[in-house]
């Protein structure tokens, strides 16, 4: 929460100042003021710690009015912060003997996504999380966070070892999406990700998804099907970014916050809408105010969850797994539809949920034909 | 695109958008809608498609009427739930693909056909559903399943909900694969994103119709990513053909051919 004491009062412009995201501006302004009263009884020796207390009160409460009520494009912000947590970080805070393991045997090592085995709690893991990194030349060799398909390659080789040696597989998502260049193409970047949905939806252990920044599109999803998906409270997950969605549907980026509103990216929609299992608390003010605070509630998430699916037999598991991916979508069925001849669609494979059904009074300028 | 070509009384002489010769228009009908003076194979829509694929009259359709309940209750420029109609109006189908049984040169199949003159038969909940539902009924019937594949991707405007059915699709094909049933898919222009990057990828046997658009990401957003301009050719089914994921290159008029061959090779 310092600001940075080489920040210029034309600084204060910027869109992330000392830390200090946009709509946190008031924030910016309140430590500013401790600083000054801080400042000033340093120099006067004046006691002046009622008005630095009060001003650190003010601070929490503006900051817990801040994040109870996050718009989803201020979500996309937080998630994306530069300081926020990654998976690196909780690789240190949550893993511990991470056993990194390199390469896709088949082109070469992506640093975009780490793979490896680690512990966590009492359990021994499959790690696989994308690797976005913090310094600039860290980030240029993980190529921030945007696999190719070696990426997904050697996840789904790391998945195979896990298979065969029977330890469950910990997917830490946090992507902007897979890199889109001509290298990716080339290699069959689609392929890649269609086979690790394939093969995931099938991999005889178990397998815990978290995503904790950024979830952007096929390439979060690539390592994201298993028998449990989280998400950290204000990550998100999207089919597109905000700015790719407005600059097609909108013809202009500018309306990205409309765009980040109408995806219905957050963790609590998401949740709404069944696309995830669970939502892991971030401390007041987002993950990159207090990482280890973070970290603790992640351990406990993904230790809980290793618990949960491990009791349950390979059989059920797989079942299950397939069940909830199955699930996914509702849709609306007109019960006027003339039954096939043998009866078998519309019958046990009818998916229309009930939510599907309650969805469907919100169609008001519906097209389906009313029954 | 096939609606203008539809429009055009026949013996209207029309130019090829590809290669901008004149061409006979019944010609090019009768050559099922591929260019005569440069082989181009134009976009065709799901009706059509079924029309030149199988036996006359031997397509029973399944799952006619699953709606979208727009999910998210999105809104761009226009409420999604008016896009929609709109489409429907247009096109005369309900959503992005069509679903049944048919025979191809005599071998019964399940037959799922993508529509690219629907919102660029996107994949939303409808299409996700309806593609599992293909590929659940050659399981189930132990048919060989042939998927014409072409789609500009998810469907933004059921946000994640269109994402997933990637996963659902991806699921129900390793069911498939377990059962030993034989896919097929056929590749059309264009096969792209999250579809290039679904069950389009995953078939036992990739077709690809000669110069379609195959690819992941758009090419505007690679260019705009390398900062430079893109490889004659790239992201075609010949690009992928030369890279290894396509298995063969097939012209329009030999589909019925070739899959049937499949099928007798690999079919059960
Ligand atoms: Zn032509």
């Known amino acids: ?371 | 695109m096939a609606e203008q070509v539809r429009g055009v009384p026949a013996g209207l002489w029309t130019r090829c958008e590809k290669c901008g010769h004149m061409v006979y228009e019944k010609e090019v009908v009768e050559a099922l809608q591929v260019c005569t003076e440069c082989g181009y194979h134009r976009r065709i829509d799901a009706r059509t498609r079924i029309e030149q694929l199988v036996d006359p009259g031997s397509f029973e359709e399944f799952a006619v009427d699953l709606h979208s309940v727009d999910p998210l209750g999105f809104k761009d420029r226009m409420p999604y739930t008016e896009r929609l109609k709109r489409e429907q109006e247009r096109t005369g189908e309900v959503e992005a693909v069509v679903i049944g049984r048919a025979f191809i040169r005599g071998r019964r199949v399940i037959l799922g056909v993508m529509n690219p003159n629907f919102i660029m038969a996107s994949m939303g909940a409808v299409v996700g559903e309806k593609v599992t539902r293909a590929i659940e009924r050659a399981a189930e019937e132990n048919l060989p399943l042939v998927m014409v594949t072409a789609s500009g991707g998810a469907r933004m405007q059921e946000g994640m909900v269109s994402l997933v059915q990637m996963a659902k699709t991806s699921a129900a094909v390793a069911r498939l694969d377990e059962a030993g049933g034989l896919y097929i898919v056929v590749a059309t222009d264009p096969t792209t994103a999250g579809v290039a990057a679904s069950f389009a990828s995953l078939g036992d046997v990739i077709l690809a119709e000669p110069g379609a658009m195959i690819g992941f990401a758009g090419p505007r957003v690679i260019a705009n990513t390398i900062n430079a301009e893109l490889p004659e050719g790239f992201q075609t089914a010949e690009f992928m053909l030369e890279h290894g994921f396509v298995d063969r290159i097939v012209p329009r008029a030999h589909l019925r051919r070739e899959i049937a061959r499949i099928i007798d090779y690999a079919g059960k």
């Open chain 1, 1 to 371: 929460m310092s600001s940075e004491p080489n920040s210029t009062p034309g600084a204060a412009a910027a869109a992330s100042v000392g830390g200090f995201l946009d709509f946190e501006k008031p924030l910016l302004r309140i430590q500013q003021d401790i600083e000054e009263l801080e400042r000033e009884q340093a120099e006067t020796g004046r006691d002046l710690n009622e008005e630095i207390k009060q001003q650190r009160t003010r601070l929490k409460s503006t900051l817990r009015r801040l994040y109870s009520s996050l718009t989803p494009w201020e979500t996309v912000q937080v998630a994306r912060h530069p300081k926020r947590p990654l998976s690196t970080d909780y690789l240190k805070l949550v893993f511990r003997d991470f056993c990194e393991l390199h390469g896709d045997r088949v082109f070469g090592d992506d640093r975009a996504i780490l793979t490896g085995f680690a512990r966590v709690g009492p359990h021994k893991v499959a790690f696989v999380g994308h690797s976005k990194g913090r310094e600039v030349r860290e980030r240029i060799t993980c190529n921030f966070g945007c696999a190719h398909p070696e990426g997904y390659r050697k996840s789904l080789r790391l998945m195979r070892l896990a298979e065969k040696f029977r330890l469950p597989v910990v997917c830490i998502i946090d992507t902007q999406g897979a890199y889109p260049g001509i290298g990716s193409e080339e290699r069959g970047v689609a392929q890649a990700i269609a086979t690790n949905l394939m093969e995931m939806s099938r991999l005889r252990t178990p397998v815990v998804c978290v995503v904790i920044g950024e979830g952007g599109s096929g390439g979060a999803l690539g390592i994201g099907v298993g028998d449990r998906v989280a998400m950290l409270e204000h990550a998100f997950y999207s089919v597109i970014s905000p700015e790719g969605c407005a600059a097609i549907l909108w013809k202009t980026a500018e309306h990205r916050k409309q765009a980040a509103e109408a995806l219905h990216l957050t963790a609590k929609e998401l949740l709404k809408l069944g696309i995830i299992d669970h939502i892991i608390p971030e401390p007041l003010g987002g993950a990159h105010r207090e990482p280890e605070t973070t970290a603790t509630n992640l351990e406990k998430y993904v230790v809980e969850a290793l618990s949960e699916v491990k009791r349950r037999t390979i059989d059920t598991l797989l079942r299950r797994r397939y069940e909830r991916i199955r699930a996914l979508g509702s849709f609306f069925e007109s019960p006027s539809e003339p039954k096939p001849e043998d009866g078998s669609v519309g019958g046990t494979h009818r998916r229309t949920s009930s939510r599907a059904a309650r969805l469907r009074n919100r169609l008001t300028t519906g097209t389906s034909p009313e029954s």
